[in-house]
């Protein structure tokens, strides 16, 4: 069965700091991966969304980015961290655009 | 935009009985729609999903309900348990991404 991971549970970070969260899956080959932002009372934001190794689209201008340097890991960064940043960030995987996707435990930011 | 949105922000039923949330969508030419059950502090969990060809759909303890004419999502929970209190929400997709609701909390009295 396939699992998806993602580190660290928790992060307070200072403004203006480096951002980095892994997000990896198991048990399965070239999955489709997306990193959305759940702020509270919000519905799910898309971020990113890659359908292979560094293949990335970008849905929100931001000052976020993402990698995919191999196939079942996903990364979200940021060089300079705002306070509008904090948020649920989480980790997602898929067969296919138009199918089902399976969410992380995600990460919970905090930017101080 | 998409919009997709649930009717009531909160729902409160007593255990045993059963719960329906529901969530209204604007796209006509989405096609599939998932329901997805978050508890606090984790990443949602897919509960069951459904396509625009069908519509009613069942899984263990929910059904979910699709009215295209007025596009309108339904989640019914039989017999609904203390475990199923969580945020719940719809999601639709019209070929190549999702929109997700803003969610409907839950809260099963015991």
């Known amino acids: 069965s396939q699992t998806i991971h993602q580190w660290p549970a928790t992060l307070v970070q200072p403004v203006g700091s480096p951002l980095s969260l892994e997000c990896t899956v198991e048990?399965?080959?070239?999955?489709?991966l997306y990193w959305y932002r759940q702020a509270a009372g919000r519905g799910l934001q898309l971020l990113f969304y890659s359908v292979g190794i560094g293949q990335i689209s970008s849905e929100v201008p931001q000052n976020l980015s993402a990698s995919r340097p191999q196939d079942r890991q996903f990364i979200l960064s940021s060089k300079k961290l705002l306070l509008s940043d904090s948020g649920f960030y989480l980790c997602?995987?898929?067969?296919?655009?138009?199918?089902?996707?399976?969410f992380g435990p995600g990460t919970r930011l905090t930017v101080t | 935009g998409e919009s997709v949105g649930l009717h009531l922000p909160t729902l409160s039923v007593q255990e045993g009985d059963n719960s329906i949330i529901n969530c209204a969508y604007s796209?006509?030419?989405?096609?599939?729609f998932i329901w997805y059950k978050q508890e606090s502090g984790k990443g949602p969990q897919f509960i069951i999903d459904?396509?625009?060809?069908?519509d009613k759909r069942q899984g263990q303890r929910v059904t979910v309900l699709l009215n295209k004419t007025v596009k309108h999502l339904s989640l019914q929970i039989a017999a609904t348990q203390p475990g199923d209190s969580a945020v719940y929400f719809c999601a639709e997709n019209t070929g190549n991404q999702f929109y997700f609701g803003t969610g409907t909390s839950l809260t099963v009295i015991p």
């Open positions: 459904i396509r625009s060809n069908m």
């Open positions: 048990g399965t080959s070239n999955p489709n």
């Open positions: 796209n006509s030419a989405s096609d599939y």
């Open positions: 997602a995987w898929g067969f296919n655009l138009a199918y089902e996707q399976y």
